[in-house]
Nanobody, 126 residues
């Protein structure tokens, strides 16, 4: 059974940093395309960052480029999202997702993923 478990969210001041984790069980992260998404109440879930399977190419939303970094640790079977220079606009519930068949370009689309975590809240105060 596949399970994705996010952690690392919390309350941080603007300009601060957080490092989110997505611990996977039932799948090997290096064999899956994975992504980070976020959602605020009343809005669609939006793409944040994606990483391709095997070669680990990455893709970012324009709003987080140069501030966020997606990565994974094969030994820990975990994906990460390092978030720097946070602003109140980054406040959201952050979700990780995985799918074995996606090309990097398809990691931006919520409907393409087979597996999702339960989410972790990130709140950035001004």
């Amino acid at each position: 059974q596949v399970r994705l478990a996010e952690s690392g969210g919390g309350l941080v001041q603007a300009g601060g940093s957080l490092n989110l984790s997505c611990a996977a069980s039932g799948l090997t992260v290096s064999n899956y395309a994975m992504g980070w998404f976020r959602q605020v109440p009343g809005k669609e879930r939006e793409f944040v960052a994606g990483i391709s399977r095997r070669v680990s190419s990455t893709l970012y939303a324009d709003s987080v480029k140069d501030r966020f970094t997606i990565s994974r640790d094969i030994a820990k079977n975990t994906m990460y999202l390092q978030m720097n220079s946070l602003t109140p606009e980054d406040t959201a519930v952050y979700y990780c997702a995985a799918d074995w068949k996606l090309a990097l370009g398809a990691t931006t689309t919520t409907g393409e993923y087979d597996y999702w975590g339960q989410g972790t809240q990130v709140t950035v105060s001004s």
